[in-house]
Nanobody
Framework: QVQLQESGGGLVQAGGSLRLSCAAS????????MGWFRQAPGQEREFVAA????????YYADSVKGRFTISRDSSKNTVYLQMNSLKPEDTAVYCC??????????????????WGQGTQVTVSS
């Protein structure tokens, strides 16, 4: 079992920045990748960013490319999402997720095995 705990959400004005953290505990030794997804009210969950745990390769949704940066600290089993130049349309609940396998695209939510509870990010205009 893997437990994921997000932190760092909050209220910020458009153009501002936030950094989300996701600490993993439990059986993390075989983690293949970790990702961030978000879901706004009335909308489907969407992929935001992901990182290959061993190689550090990163992947981003087009909507956040150039503004968000995903990174990891292997010694702390923690993944971060630095969000800059935030826009009102970035408002959502952000969840981190972990996966053991690479059998499906890293951007696909269904390929992830464990999920955190989520943290609210609200961007005011």
């Amino acid at each position: 079992q893997v437990q994921l705990q997000e932190s760092g959400g909050g209220l910020v004005q458009a153009g501002g920045s936030l950094r989300l953290s996701c600490a993993a505990s439990g059986r993390t030794i075989r983690t293949y990748a970790m990702g961030w997804f978000r879901q706004a009210p009335g909308q489907e969950r969407e992929f935001v960013a992901a990182i290959n745990w061993n190689y550090g390769s990163t992947y981003y949704a087009d909507s956040v490319k150039g503004r968000f940066t995903i990174s990891r600290d292997s010694s702390k089993n923690t993944v971060y999402l630095q969000m800059n130049s935030l826009k009102p349309e970035d408002t959502a609940v952000y969840c981190c997720a972990a996966r053991y396998t690479s059998t499906t695209p890293i951007t696909r939510a269904g390929g992830y095995d464990y999920w955190g509870q989520g943290t609210q990010v609200t961007v005011s205009s």
